[in-house]
């Protein structure tokens, strides 16, 4: 029984110096990130200037390069293909009006402006 | 053939070379075994669409029922110039509407439709009505292209002028405007008011529905916008006078409206043409048919406040078709030009 909590204070007493160990291994490591700059290196870490935001490379070359950003919005044109149910079960509309002759329209004149 | 649409809020008209056909924008739902009603309107040979169970009364008909029986609503397909966000069945309607005014192509033609600027007035845009629009028109197997409406003005307004100046077409749901040099249109937009506002607010002034401010605005013969009343008498106090004096007024009430914000559009717009010369203002749209209407322009408008020389108003021919014939110069111009390219290649 003795032999056995001998063991018991043993154990304890290993198990404590090592968490001590690891605990001052871990505080040193945190100082060191905050005190020694590891990054020697002239090129920006685009991962470390982020702040939220995933700038294209473009976008801070011109930043770095001090060009003027503009905040308006781009505008941008979308191939449309809508599709939607226009169609009817049954119709049977009858123009109200048909006016029937000769159009006049200034075709000629308008096709001789645009030459 | 060559097909040129106006696809307005109050009337849908189609033109080609040899006719004009005018469709009222308007619809009514009738309730009841759909079966049943199908029938009675087949016999009585009223025009029809029905959807999902549903069956809508199209065109002059709905509108004459809703004079008739005044607490029917009328329905739009449209509003404001665009696709009407509140009316479900409107599409359909619309595809029917469609369909019968220009038919089925027959081999390759093009159909130039009209749609409006973006309107400055509401925070809409074009983008989903002209979608729509072009889609339905697809299938009838046209080659479609699009113009704005106040384009579509000048191309039969302002040619005799080397296609200078301003060009106004004030439809029922709004009024869309273009200034125009040498064909290229410097400024366009559009202002959320036109004839429905008018009958919306002669409606509510005097207490009537707008089926019958519509009516009297279309047939009275009493209507003049340069007379401030009625002569006779006797019919003061009438309905009829009461709506004619609430249209004078509106009517001077929008085109100070639309005048107003050209002038504030052109003052801050970034880059309009220095017009050396005078131009002319044509007006064209269902709205600017009411008697005495140029009249009531002159009266609004003040030289002083106006940033461009104006030369004269004008009301172009046939007012009314003016932007279908419009589009139908311009889809016979795309047709000519496509049957040269072929003959060329060939």
Avoid at chain 1, 27 to 35: D, E, M, P, Q, T
Avoid at chain 1, 68 to 88: L, Q
Avoid at chain 2, 267 to 287: C, D, K, M, Q, R
Wanted: charged share 25%; aromatic share 8%; net charge negative.
């Amino acid at each position: 029984m003795d032999d056995f909590i001998h063991h018991i204070i043993h154990f304890l007493m290993y198990s404590l110096v090592l968490w001590q160990l690891v605990l001052g291994v871990y505080i040193i490591l945190i100082w060191a990130k905050r005190n020694i700059n590891f990054n020697n290196s002239p090129v920006i870490n685009v991962s470390e200037s982020k702040q939220g935001f995933d700038y294209p490379i473009d976008v801070l070359k011109d930043r770095l390069e001090g060009k003027k950003m503009s905040n308006e919005p781009i505008e941008v044109d979308v191939n449309r293909k809508t599709i939607i149910d226009t169609k009817s079960d049954e119709s049977s509309v009858k123009v109200d009006e048909k006016i029937k002759g000769k159009v006049k329209t200034q075709k000629d004149k308008l096709k001789k402006l645009r030459g | 053939m060559a097909k040129g649409l106006d696809c307005g809020t109050a009337y849908y008209i189609a033109a080609t070379d040899k006719s004009i056909k005018k469709q009222r924008n308007v619809f009514l739902t009738v309730d009841g075994d759909a079966n049943q009603v199908k029938r009675m309107l087949k016999r009585q040979r009223i025009p029809f669409v029905e959807k999902a169970g549903k069956v809508h009364i199209v065109g002059q008909h709905a509108f004459n029922y809703a004079q008739i029986f005044s607490t029917t609503e009328l329905k739009r397909p449209m509003s404001s110039g665009l696709l009407n966000p509140k009316e479900k069945d409107a599409l359909p309607v619309l595809n029917a509407i469609i369909g019968e005014l220009i038919g089925k192509a027959k081999g390759k033609e093009t159909c130039v439709y009209c749609i409006p600027a973006k309107p400055i007035d509401q925070t809409r845009e074009v983008s989903y009505h002209e979608d729509v629009l072009k889609q339905i028109i697809e299938t009838y197997g046209y080659d479609v292209k699009v113009i704005e409406e106040s384009v579509a003005l000048a191309y039969e307004g302002l040619v005799d002028n080397d296609l200078t100046g301003i060009a106004i077409s004030m439809g029922a749901g709004m009024c869309n405007v273009c200034v125009m040099y040498q064909g290229m249109s410097a400024l366009s937009f559009s202002v959320a008011r036109g004839g429905d506002w008018i009958d919306a607010n002669v409606a509510a002034d005097c207490g009537v529905t707008k089926a019958k401010v519509i009516t009297v605005k279309e047939n009275s013969n009493q209507l003049d916008l340069t007379k401030s009343s009625i002569n006779d008498i006797y019919q003061e106090g009438s309905d009829e006078y009461n709506i004619i004096n609430a249209i004078r007024s509106y009517y001077g009430a929008l085109v100070n409206y639309l005048l107003t914000n050209l002038t504030n559009q052109f003052n801050n717009a970034e880059s309009v043409p220095n017009f050396p010369e005078s131009v002319p203002v044509v007006f064209g749209g269902g709205t600017s048919l009411v008697k005495g209407f140029m009249e009531v322009v002159n009266e609004q408008f003040n030289q002083d406040e106006f940033p461009i020389e104006v030369k004269e108003f004008i009301l172009v021919e046939d007012a009314h078709t003016a932007v279908a014939r419009g589009c139908l110069s311009e889809a016979q111009l795309i047709e000519e030009d496509d049957s040269e390219n072929q003959e060329e290649s060939a």
